[in-house]
């Protein structure tokens, strides 16, 4: 049956593949899968899972035995008396002075039973903890003992784990390490695990999550007031308020705990016959031809155009349509570039990857590897994309559609595919006449001077007004795409200060004359923090000579340069730097709300303060003016005590200053 499901689709075009060239919707920046992307923003709201803090996720790397334990502990909602087993002497090679301590002698506590340590009695609380040990771990927690294996570990725990629905879509062998992200979707499984009784683990922890009613669809995040803005018009509020971005436009379920909402768990999609990472061409205007193949006989799903809710008869021809059974939406995209045919991997006849643009390599879809077999290396073509950025379909320039494709220019040029932004290598390009800006882009030849980046202006009249969701005299158009600083972002994470049109690069209209797409110019050559000046003595003249500034930012700090502006040591500024870093352009001083206590924070995301609501991004950097030294962390300065100053621009905290 399914072979005949798939025949029907290469008839239709379809492109199926394993992997995908780049998904850049997700907060961390190294994540590069939709599934992978969801999962770690489902367990960051919840508190579980979090990235490195410089805006990585580290998703290939594996996880200690210490860094599963303690997310096995917060998950249990249990942070709270870790301090209590910090000091306590459990296993011989883990001593108080490690930071996991408290999280592992509580795991291994009669109250938790989480953990029994190795035969010899020891820990080793840094080895990377292998599957069998973290179905275990998780299995516990659910209630079950070693008593329901049947004596045989890990494998009676594995084969629990698989029936309770806990490793779905993991196939490891127990003595396998794991990596964070098959770290991320066991800990997801697992929230919906089953015990033999039909109890889920979100029973287990007190949490309220109704996975038999409807799901609803997350379509924003209201930073400014804590809360998710769901498809069935209701504003939750959120737990811990922070930024969203792979959760968008997501079917699911809200799980729950003292009626506010601590994490969204994606729908488990049942559709059995949809075939996976496939993609079918749309052969004409408002047409669904093809669409009963592709989901399997699914019905009832969302369409997505250029990643903005649409009708099905928005649809265009030439439009690459995939299928994502996990939420049940259709996702289309209309990107087609104009290139010429650098290389490709293996072989011409049936590549799995070409090169185009400078250096810059897609994944192709295995049945555009027909079309692609007649366009050898060394032609100018078409290539259209799915909305993550695989090759769905190719032909030679000028017997089809025309390429559109659009790029922003920024600290690196991507490519805007849908919701995605895909980096671009364009080997040799200069790119400094286009900086800043939202560009048209096409290759017409092999060298770098055939890659044409033609600048775009849009219909950018006026401020963006975040609040207002306007434009101008525009409306924001629900799931209105927002590129800034180089990311995908909701247009509540920007703040409440009005945008001036100066920084907007580019913005698109759709049919309803409203703004579906907005690009906010790169904002990386403005550096936040605290002015350092240093003055050369001129012993003939008695007077300072030259004036030297550069800006402290715990690591995110500029050069030392000469410069004869009006700042002083100590002062927050945020200083803007030309394109070379060679010179400051403009200081401007950081508003300070001065003595901001702990009942104005909402979670670690959000501060209401003199009636305003500011947010606060991920990776805050933090300084300790007793101790003239910068926190790690924001978590870190905030048990410090004391006074917390903070300090703002355009609604956005940018630097905080404790002091006891």
């Known amino acids: 049956m399914k072979k005949r499901i798939f025949a029907a689709l290469l008839c239709l075009a379809l492109m199926a593949s394993l992997v995908p060239a780049a998904f850049a919707a997700g907060l961390y920046a190294d994540v590069t899968d939709q599934e992978t992307a969801r999962n770690a923003e489902v367990l960051r709201l919840i508190g579980v899972m979090e990235g490195d803090g410089n805006g990585q996720f580290r998703p290939n790397s594996s996880l200690t035995r210490a860094e599963f334990c303690k997310m096995a502990v917060v998950l249990s909602g249990k942070r709270s008396v870790v301090t209590r087993y910090a000091s306590r002497t459990v296993f011989p090679d883990l001593r108080a002075s490690h930071w996991a301590t408290g999280y592992v002698n509580y795991a291994a506590s009669a109250d938790a039973g989480l953990i029994h340590g190795l035969p010899d009695g020891t820990f080793q609380p840094d080895r990377a903890i292998t599957y069998g040990e973290a179905v275990t771990i998780l299995m516990r927690r659910l209630g079950y003992t070693d008593k329901d294996t049947g004596g045989i570990w890990p494998d009676g725990y594995l084969a629990l784990a698989g029936e309770a629905g806990m490793t779905r879509g993991l196939t490891l062998s127990g003595s396998a390490s794991i990596t964070r992200a098959q770290a991320a979707r066991l800990f997801v499984n697992a929230l919906t695990a089953e015990d033999g009784s039909g109890k889920t683990l979100l029973d287990v922890l007190g949490y309220g999550c109704d996975t038999t009613g409807d799901p609803v669809t997350v379509w924003s995040v209201d930073m400014v007031n804590g809360k998710l803005r769901l498809s069935d018009g209701t504003t939750p509020e959120m737990e811990n308020p922070m930024e969203l971005t792979a959760l968008i436009g997501v079917k699911g379920y809200v799980v729950t705990k003292d009626k506010k909402v601590v994490t969204f768990l994606p ?35 969302t369409v997505y155009r250029n990643g903005v809710r649409a009708s099905a008869n928005a649809l265009k021809k030439g439009d690459v349509v995939t299928y994502n059974a996990a939420n049940n939406t259709i996702q289309a995209c209309d990107t087609r570039v104009a290139v010429y045919y650098e290389n490709c991997e293996p072989s011409p006849a049936a590549p799995t990857s070409i090169t185009v643009l400078g250096g810059t390599e897609f994944a192709v879809l295995p049945t555009a590897q027909g079309s692609l077999a007649q366009l050898k290396p060394g032609r100018t073509m078409i290539i259209q994309l799915t909305a993550d950025g695989r090759v769905a379909g190719a032909y030679e320039s000028g017997s089809g559609l025309s390429g559109n494709a659009l790029a922003y220019v920024g600290s690196k040029t991507q490519l805007i595919c849908a919701g995605t932004l895909i980096p671009l290598t364009l080997k040799g ?18 060298n770098a001077s055939n890659i044409h980046l033609s600048a775009l202006s849009g219909s950018n009249t006026g401020v963006l007004d975040p609040t207002a969701r306007t434009l101008g005299t525009r409306r924001l158009a629900d799931g209105v795409l927002v590129f800034s600083d180089g990311k995908l972002t909701a247009v509540e994470a920007l703040g409440t200060a009005v945008i001036e049109q100066s920084r907007i690069a580019y913005a698109r209209t759709n049919a309803a004359n409203e703004v579906d797409l907005i690009v906010i110019a790169d904002n990386t050559d403005v550096y936040y923090g605290r002015a350092i000046v240093r003055a050369e003595y001129d012993e003939s003249t008695g007077k300072d000579k030259n004036q030297y500034i550069r800006i402290d930012g715990n690591g995110h700090d500029t050069e030392e340069i000469k410069s004869a502006n009006s700042v002083r040591t100590g002062d927050y500024v945020a200083a803007r730097l030309n394109s070379a870093k060679t010179m400051f352009t403009s200081f401007s001083p950081l508003t300070k709300l001065a003595s901001v206590p702990a009942s104005a924070w909402i979670g670690d995301t959000a501060v209401n303060y003199g009636g305003q609501t500011y947010t606060v991004p991920s990776g805050i950097i933090c300084f300790n003016r007793d101790a003239e030294v910068w926190f790690d962390d924001l978590d870190a300065a905030r048990a410090y005590g004391g006074t917390m100053d903070l300090y703002v621009s355009d609604g956005v905290v940018r630097v905080i200053e404790v002091r006891a």
């Open 267 to 301: 729908e488990v999609s049942n559709a059995g016959n949809a075939v996976s990472d496939a993609a079918i061409i749309v052969s004409a205007d408002g047409s669904t031809a093809g669409f009963d193949a592709l989901t399997g006989g699914a019905t009832g799903y």
């Open 429 to 446: 390009v200069d790119t400094s006449k286009v900086a800043d800006k939202a560009v048209r882009i096409s290759q017409s030849g092999k």
